[in-house]
């Protein structure tokens, strides 16, 4: 029996640069360190990372889609270490405008076609 689902839109795989930087600094391209998404959608990611996080952090990152990059702020729901090292995080996203959830949406549409 799978277990109840509590997303409100499911996740997609999805294989994509994340880049993060400070939540509070201005300049938004420096970079503290990256990762890779494993399923996303315009709600929010799971991702895998070299860094541990802790429940409830808040960060800014940008994620690329292809050509394009989306600017989001987010924060973690759950965190768990993997038997590799690295560290899987659910991301719930805070902040993130009208046209970037677009470029989610129109990325994992074209992906699923």
């Known amino acids: 029996m799978m277990p109840y689902d509590r997303r409100s839109a499911p996740r997609q795989d999805s294989g994509n ?14 970079c ?8 996303l959608n315009e709600h ?11 429940m409830g952090e808040r960060w800014r990152f940008s994620i690329a889609l292809g050509e394009a990059v989306v600017d989001v702020v ?13 560290y899987e995080a659910g991301v719930e996203f805070l902040e993130i405008s009208g046209s ?5 949406r129109d990325h994992l549409s074209r992906k699923a076609s």
């Not at 640069?17 to 420096?30: E, Q």
């Not at 929010?44 to 802790?54: E, W």
């Not at 987010?74 to 690295?86: A, D, E, F, K, Y």
């Open 17 to 30: 640069l994340i880049v993060d930087s400070d939540p509070v600094a201005s300049d938004r391209f420096a």
């Open 32 to 39: 503290l360190g990256m990762g890779v998404t494993l399923d």
């Open 44 to 54: 929010g990611v799971r991702m895998q990372y070299a860094k541990p996080f802790s």
């Open 74 to 86: 987010g924060r973690v729901v759950h965190v768990s270490q993997t038997l590799n090292g690295t």
């Open 100 to 104: 970037d959830i677009r470029k989610i």
